[in-house]
């Protein structure tokens, strides 16, 4: 038959004339080709190991733990699939409504569907990064919203996020749900009072839900406590401690910025020691020695890779402040994120860890394996999200600071209920490496103009660290402008965490605790931060000053009257069991190797002590101008994962010397430092005057060669015969300050 035979058509009248049907089916097949597009694009990258596995540790997790990461990639198709049903329930309303204002063809719905799941994508991506940004890197739409703010102003960019968080999704969930509700009601349109008109509630009650933010990426925030009757005995403890925290970073303790109001006020209804010290500058031997009082010598915890037999040494035979408060009736709580780790597996007397479990081969697996799925992230902070993927727990990611600040109110009000005393240790990483925060903080101290790697976070590559020990070339001689964003990111995370322990101590003294509890606020160590001779990291060695070890020691102590006072003689983290034990009139474990300093506290004189303090695992190789200090092998090579040990990284047989010889140690009294770093021509000795070199760049032990003398014996005897003496047993009757130097 002659073409021109046929029956002219209108052009394109066929395909702008879609049933429902199609458009639905188009809808589905377009939702599922994206989402199996980034399933394999998620696959391919991971196969190209270009998210952190890019390390020795990515051999071992290929080969030995191949049929692990085939099963976690296809675990996380429950989150495709979840994602695939909102997907299609909100986007097929939408193309087909448009389709009924304006027809288009297959083609239109297919476009009309990829643009749909890119704006819901980017809504839940964008509420995301406001409200959580440690769960990905969201510099790519962090900079464009920082832009469209500088260019649009502030005003309109509030107005952007308001529309995005709030008329957004109403707009949506409202067209859909009419949608529905009109499909519903044509179908029964013959019968309409058979529609269950009560089920409209609860739905209403639904979208409110996921509009307001409380439904679907966000974790309901703790309610308020409420006001209870006090309870007269025993007193409970309540330490709440940030991860590499320097003392000398807080307002109260004389730094110019406004970083910590909430802790000053804790200082200002209690006692500052403002001299705190921890022996040793790395979290799982600080922490063991916090909660043991024993010195990391004593403890066997000396490194931050101990093997299984180490820890089980550890366990077996440390005292431990909660186990005796265990005995008293108390209840006794860990909650942490990351940094907390620890506890999973030295426990230190805690009954109840809540923490993140990042220390461990297969969770970091997980992580890696989800991380690599753009989809995740939705779940990463809701209910849903934790049923679906109970992993999601244990990763970095996900232990935020909010949700331990949350655990930790709930965990109090649940004392208030029940009246039981408690040790709780709240443990954050807000000021840890990479210093990063939610805007609001890394934007209070830094330059709105800085233009570098550092506009975020400390961009340190996880790879530089583990795989080479020469540092110094790149990060040694850091532009100035580049440490002052740095130290300012820094200071933001200290802010972060005071607000943290500004939400704790508001639900503490609303509750009927207050009057009954002891409230310490520290860290487990310091941070360096670009002093002299030293670059980033902690534990690696005692030049630049007393940044790595001095912490805060902010108290409250109720029932003592020491508002607003300032202790400067030396405490160490290794006397804070004693010192609780005193205040509760406990008398301490016989194998505590701290002393109380309650005299402090209660206003009466006690034996000035020294502070003895050893390094950590060596990292990065140190520098001493003129010298050869030793050094390790880097950490790819030293270290190895131990399925034995639940997949934790442990130091290899063959560098527990190593790692032990390479210890750099000292002791400081009030004015002077004595170091003592191992080098390749034999023992490096060096002896500061801290009055005068606060930052340990100048060898005095020519000028004091009397005071040398009685800080090396002193330092020997600590670290040979486990002998620590006190200020007096050093100098005798003499005041130190008072000593003049040769010439
Ligand atoms: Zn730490």
Not at 95 to 114: D, I, M, S
Not at 705 to 712: G, I, L
Request: net charge neutral.
């Amino acid at each position: 038959m002659p073409a021109s035979d046929a029956k002219p058509k209108p052009p394109g009248r066929k395909s702008r004339d879609l049933r429902r049907r199609t458009v639905f089916r188009l809808v589905l097949l377009t939702v599922l080709g994206t989402l199996v597009g980034w399933y394999v694009s998620a696959l391919v990258t991971f196969a190209g190991n270009t998210y952190g596995f890019n390390n020795r540790f990515t051999e071992v997790a290929l080969v030995d733990h191949w049929l692990y990461l085939i099963g976690a990639n296809l675990e996380v198709i429950k989150a495709y699939a979840i994602v695939a049903c909102i997907y299609v329930t909100m986007i097929y309303p939408l193309v087909l409504l448009w389709h009924r204002w304006r027809p288009f063809g297959r083609w239109g719905v297919v476009w009309r569907t990829l643009l749909f799941s890119s704006v819901l994508y980017g809504f839940f991506i964008f509420r995301l990064m406001l409200d959580k940004p440690y769960f990905g890197d969201f510099s790519y739409l962090d900079e464009g919203y920082r832009k469209f703010g500088q260019w649009f102003g502030g005003a309109l960019q509030h107005g952007l996020r308001g529309f995005v968080l709030y008329v957004f999704p109403v707009a949506a969930l409202g067209v859909c749900g009419w949608f529905y509700f009109a499909e519903v009601r044509r179908a029964m349109r013959r019968n309409w009072h058979v529609f269950p008109w009560p089920v409209l509630g609860p739905m209403a009650v639904l979208v409110l839900l996921v509009v307001t933010g409380h439904g679907f990426v966000r974790e309901t925030p703790p309610a308020e406590v409420e006001p209870g009757k006090p309870k007269p005995k025993p007193k409970n403890i309540l330490i709440i401690a940030s991860d590499s925290f320097r003392a000398d970073r807080l307002a109260c303790n004389g730094y110019p910025r406004a970083t910590s109001p909430n802790i000053d006020r804790i200082a200002g209804e209690g006692i500052n020691f403002r001299q705190c010290y921890t022996p040793i500058a790395s979290t799982l031997e600080s922490l063991t020695t916090m909660f043991s009082s024993q010195y990391p010598h004593t403890h066997g915890i000396q490194h931050m890779f101990p093997n299984k037999e180490q820890v089980a040494r550890a366990n077996a035979k440390m005292p431990a402040l909660a186990a005796t408060l265990k005995q008293h009736g108390y209840d006794t709580a860990v909650i942490g994120d990351w940094c907390a780790c620890g506890f999973k597996e030295l426990p230190m007397g805690f009954e109840d860890i809540t923490v993140s479990d990042f220390d461990n081969f297969k969770v970091y697996m997980s992580e890696v394996v989800y991380l690599h799925h753009q989809i995740l992230p939705l779940f990463f902070d809701n209910r849903v999200g934790h049923w679906l993927f109970p992993k999601l727990k244990s990763f970095a990611n996900f232990m935020t600071p909010d949700v331990v600040t949350g655990q930790v109110v709930d965990r109090l009000r649940q004392r208030e209920d029940d009246q039981k005393p408690f040790i709780i240790f709240a443990f954050y990483s807000c000021t840890h490496l990479p210093y990063r925060t939610p805007r609001e903080y890394a934007e209070l101290w830094s330059d709105p103009a800085y233009k570098g790697p550092h506009k975020n976070m400390l961009a340190l590559n996880v790879d530089e660290f583990i795989g080479n020990v020469d540092i110094g070339k790149k990060w040694e001689r850091l532009p100035k402008e580049e440490v002052e964003q740095i130290d300012a990111l820094y200071d933001g995370c200290v802010r972060m965490f005071d607000d943290c322990v500004g939400r704790v101590m508001q639900s503490l003294d609303e509750s009927g605790l207050r009057d009954n509890t002891i409230v310490l606020v520290t860290g487990d160590h310091g941070d360096d931060l670009f002093e002299p001779n030293v670059t980033f990291g902690h534990g690696l060695t005692f030049n630049g000053g007393d940044q790595n070890n001095n912490v805060p020691c902010v108290m409250r102590v109720p029932g003592v009257e020491n508002r607003g006072r300032q202790v400067d003689s030396i405490v160490r983290t290794l006397d804070f069991a004693p010192t609780m034990l005193d205040l509760l009139g406990i008398p301490p474990e016989p194998r505590f190797e701290g002393t109380s300093f309650a005299p402090y506290i209660r206003g009466e004189t006690a034996v000035p002590r020294a502070w003895y303090g050893e390094t950590s695992y060596l990292f990065f190789r140190r520098k001493i101008p003129g010298e050869e200090p030793l050094y390790i092998p880097a950490m790819d090579e030293t270290t190895t994962i131990d399925p034995e040990f639940d997949f934790h990284f442990v130091l290899k047989d063959k560098y527990q010397e190593a790692v032990l010889e390479t210890k750099e140690r000292c002791v400081r009294t009030e004015r002077f430092k004595l170091v003592y770093t191992p080098g390749k021509r034999g023992p490096i000795f060096r002896l500061f005057d801290l009055t005068a070199d606060a930052h340990c760049e100048r060898d005095v032990k020519a000028l004091y060669p009397t005071v040398f003398e009685r800080m090396r014996n002193a330092l020997v005897k600590w670290r040979d015969d486990h002998k620590e003496s006190t200020i007096p047993d050093i100098f005798g009757d003499e005041d130190e300050f008072r000593i003049k130097p040769l010439r």
